[in-house]
């Protein structure tokens, strides 16, 4: 099993890429967290932001697999705790297919995206900026890999 968080981003600064593969590097080989960027599309003064997010949307799609579970990351999702993300981890590995976390651009995700979630994940009710969640995913799934192997690093 592979988890893939596919992210629509522009460039992130180094502290973000550093913070992300410090928690990515400790996931267990048999485990590897993966990311996908999206590129972000230019937002201008009269962009068509439905089409943007389409496009950003038919891109997320294409970085999936067939029988993929697909995650959305959206505020109107479900709050699990860590422990709910380990209770959900451990039901992942056990149905033995990639799991994809899917984290739209500023306006959210597009609706194809949506519409193929299996699973709807709110971080909280506040608004994160992406380079945050980015690394906040990667520390809640190891953490949650801690708790299901009974590693210190939880406590």
């Not at 439905?50 to 799609?61: C, D, I, K, P, S």
């Not at 999936?64 to 579970?69: I, N, V």
């Not at 009710?125 to 969640?133: E, G, K, M, R, S």
Request: glycine letters at 6%; charged letters at 25%; zero cysteines.
């Amino acid at each position: 099993m592979r988890i893939r968080l596919i992210s629509v981003a522009s460039r992130m600064p180094g502290w973000v890429e550093q913070g992300y593969h410090e928690y990515a590097k400790r996931m267990p080989a048999d485990l590897p967290l993966d990311l996908v960027e999206v590129p972000l599309a230019t937002r201008g003064k009269n962009a068509d932001i439905a089409r943007l997010m389409r496009r950003e949307g038919e891109q997320m799609l294409a970085a999936t697999q067939p029988g993929d579970r697909i995650v959305t990351l959206e505020v109107t999702g479900r709050s699990w705790s860590t422990e709910d993300l380990a209770a959900h981890l451990e039901a992942w590995r056990l149905e033995a297919r990639n799991v994809n976390l899917m984290v739209g651009g500023p306006e959210g995700l597009a609706a194809e995206v949506a519409a193929r979630s299996e699973q709807r994940w709110s971080l909280s009710a506040l608004t994160l900026p992406h380079p945050l969640v980015r690394i906040l995913l990667a520390e809640q799934l190891y953490r949650a890999w801690t708790i299901l192997n009974r590693h210190p690093y939880h406590k």
